[in-house]
């Protein structure tokens, strides 16, 4: 996925050329759920499948030779809901308020306890 031509949303991957070794000549890697890739596969082998190389990440290969272009345009959009859906969930987290920023470490700040220069 790295130095291959890729289709980002706000710099998230939605789909690139898969240039693993393993996966076959003309695929597309597009990222997807778990749930929807294996259903996929399920459904219809012969265009969408699985190497283990990307067996860990949320996404299909799919056989561009294979799949018909209405096809490869509703996975593209499910892709996009997909990714578009993590980067929220991603944003929505609130900070996390630590000990040191409800509080003063004591010495710290304006009130002395430093080192003064005698004048």
Known sequence: MY??????L???????I???????????????????????????PDVYYLKDHYVGYPCVLVRLSRIH???LRDLLR???RFVSEQARRTRRRPPRATDARRRRA??????GGGRRSRA
Do not use: H, M, Q, Y
């Open 18 to 44: 898969a240039v693993n070794k393993s996966a076959e000549a003309n695929t597309l890697a597009i990222v997807i759920s778990f749930t929807d890739r294996d259903l996929l596969i399920a459904d219809d």
């Open 3 to 8: 130095g291959s031509p890729a289709v980002k």
């Open 106 to 111: 004591p010495g710290a700040g304006g009130g």
């Open 69 to 71: 272009p209405d096809a």
């Open 10 to 16: 706000r710099g998230n991957l939605l789909a690139c």
């Open 78 to 80: 499910t892709s996009w």
